[in-house]
Nanobody
Framework: QVQLVESGGGTVQAGTSLRLSCAAS?????????MGWFRQAPGKEREFVAAISYMGAGTYYADFVKGRFAISRDNAKDTVYLQMNRLEPEDTAIYFC???????????????WGQGTQITVSS
């Protein structure tokens, strides 16, 4: 069974940095042309954060994180990363890793999801 497992979450102070990792496994794990990150804050709807194509040439960011976050991937390790800089309290949320073979679905309804990891940014 395909699995996506996030790691790297925790509690940090505003203005600091954190890097999330998402490791993919399973027989179809290498079929993910697009991988990305979503987040869901308390009382809020799930929202898109960032996505990346297989070779890394195509990257996509939500307006609220562009310039602070950077997505990357290491296909040899079947892992996607989210480098989060200058974190703000508003970034507090559960962050989910996601993957799909289709560009049209990666930002809204990707096929595969991780279980999520909690990020808490304190003032």
């Amino acid at each position: 069974q395909v699995q996506l497992v996030e790691s790297g979450g925790g509690t940090v102070q505003a203005g600091t940095s954190l890097r999330l990792s998402c490791a993919a496994s399973g027989q179809t794990s290498r079929s993910f042309y697009y991988m990305g990150w979503f987040r869901q804050a308390p009382g809020k709807e799930r929202e898109f954060v960032a996505a990346i194509s297989y070779m890394g040439a195509g990257t996509y960011y939500a307006d609220f994180v562009k310039g602070r976050f950077a997505i990357s991937r290491d296909n040899a390790k079947d892992t996607v990363y989210l480098q989060m800089n200058r974190l703000e309290p508003e970034d507090t949320a559960i962050y989910f890793c996601a993957g799909d073979s289709l560009r049209s679905r990666i930002r809204g309804s990707p096929r595969y999801w991780g279980q999520g990891t909690q990020i808490t940014v304190s003032s």
